[in-house]
């Protein structure tokens, strides 16, 4: 759907002198207040009889703004002194600070959204705004779940849930206020986190969810904020979560978890002593095949096995609708990063696999590898890397890092196959574990 803000952008002059001129001078008045013509589509209300709509977002995306509208829409009547669905709103914000702070008082709180007839006073000493139709919308912290014992609303607006410390059981105390009119509703506006709490609340038969990225809203965004922000998080989980607005979650028993990747993060790798490329090939190459995962890997190897250092430079892995792009794409990645040798994995696709590779680059230094144990057992001493610290990821590794939180000891806890994660695992097997094996190995004399 696309708003009256984005047509007035890519309409002729001509076009928008004659829009303007069309209207009343009531309508040229009210239009800066009318949010259906500027919104962005998951600033909305979604039709339908849900119970909650939760709008998640990057940073910046115009949640609190979408979260005030629609409380303007629920109180506010045809006039100023009408009423409108809504009398008795609760507003809860992590404290009670935040609350006044960014909804009632911020850039894009009720206060700023509210046209001058229809601005409501606020009560400081009571907590409240009141409009001048009757309604009253009363501030919660979510630091005092027990303060919605008593009060009854017959709409909400929560703000950042996934960050509230009392999550749980200040939610549980809102349900129970909400109870008056015929159809209360609530809009929870936040940014995703992996907390319990909100995906029970996005897995409720009753709940719709808009979503945008911090991008979505780039025209209400200084340019330096934008760039800043995109350099130092694109392509990172971090950047997945508070910039695409996107529901990250650890899976009970992965191998490897956001904070323990997020701390082994580095801007760039040092002089390398050695890279490959490891490839799990998606061998028949039909539109419904899993994707070729394909790793790119350095290690510095001075000194001691206990010493060397991995290096995860490039997740180059691809859709392909037929090998020869797979072997196009891991062949490439070679040559990008200097690679020695490219490995992959043999189980399902034998001597085909090496067909392939051959009939892109005849004399691709190739080494092909046999799984003996299930995925899980394989990917644990790589996991024990990571947790000695002794492997680093660049940048633009989101979707491989997706992928690895949700692989646990007993298998992928994912959709799909885990093909990035198995690439990587070969990769830091042929660089790392069992060179080391092969460095402490007994050597014997001839005699």
């Avoid at 950042?160 to 200040?170: F, I, P, R, S």
């Avoid at 330096?224 to 028993?253: C, I, M, P, W």
């Avoid at 070679?334 to 992959?344: D, F, I, K, N, Y």
């Amino acid at each position: 759907m696309r708003s009256g803000a984005a047509w007035l952008a890519s309409a002729k002059p001509e076009e928008v002198d004659e829009f303007l001129a069309g209207l009343s001078d009531n309508a040229l008045l009210a239009l800066p207040w009318v949010f259906d013509f500027w919104a962005l589509p998951h600033q909305i209300a979604p039709e339908g009889a849900w119970k909650s709509w939760v709008i998640m977002g990057g940073r910046g995306a115009g949640k609190t703004r979408a979260g005030a509208e629609w409380v303007r829409a629920q109180v506010e009547g045809a006039r100023p002194l009408d009423t409108g669905r809504a009398l008795h709103v609760a507003l809860v914000g992590e404290t009670f600070d935040q609350a006044r702070e960014v909804m009632v008082f911020g850039e894009s709180g009720i206060l700023a959204c509210s046209p001058p007839d229809r601005r409501p006073d606020w009560e400081a000493g009571r907590k409240r705004l009141v409009w001048p139709n009757g309604a009253v919308a009363q501030l919660f912290s979510a630091h005092d779940p027990d303060a919605l014992r008593g009060p009854q609303f017959d709409a909400a607006w929560v703000d950042e849930l996934a960050k509230w410390k009392y999550a749980e059981e200040a939610w549980d105390m809102l349900q129970f206020a909400l109870r008056l009119g015929p159809h209360p509703q609530q809009v929870v506006t936040t940014t995703p986190r992996n907390v319990q709490v909100l995906k029970a609340i996005l897995n409720n038969p009753s709940t719709v969810v808009t979503h945008a990225p911090t991008e979505a809203n780039r025209a209400y965004l200084a340019a330096s904020f934008l760039e800043e922000v995109q350099t130092r998080y694109a392509g990172t989980r971090k950047g997945q979560q508070e910039l695409e607005g996107l529901l990250l979650e650890d899976v009970e028993g992965a191998l490897w978890s956001s904070a323990t990747i997020d701390a082994l993060r580095v801007e760039a790798a040092p002089p390398l002593d050695r890279i490959v490329v490891a490839v799990d090939p998606a061998v028949t190459g039909r539109e419904t095949s899993d994707e070729c995962g394909i790793v790119v890997v350095g290690a510095v190897t001075e000194g001691p096995p206990q010493n060397w250092r991995a290096y995860v430079l490039e997740d180059a892995s691809v859709k392909a609708a037929t090998p020869t792009q797979w072997a196009n794409a891991a062949i490439a990645a070679m040559h990008r990063h200097g690679a020695e040798r490219l490995v992959a994995e043999v189980n399902q696709g034998g001597d085909l696999v090496e067909t392939v590779l051959r009939s892109v680059d005849q004399l691709v230094p190739f080494r092909g590898l046999r799984a003996g144990r299930g995925k899980g057992l394989r990917a644990e001493p790589v996991a024990a890397l990571y947790e000695q610290g002794r492997v680093r990821h660049l940048r633009g590794l989101g979707t491989l890092e997706e992928q690895m939180c949700r692989m646990t000891a007993q298998g992928f806890q994912g959709r799909g196959s885990p093909d990035r994660v198995d690439a990587l695992v070969w990769a830091l097997h042929e660089l790392i574990i069992e060179p080391a094996v092969r460095f402490r190995r007994p050597q014997v004399r001839a005699l």
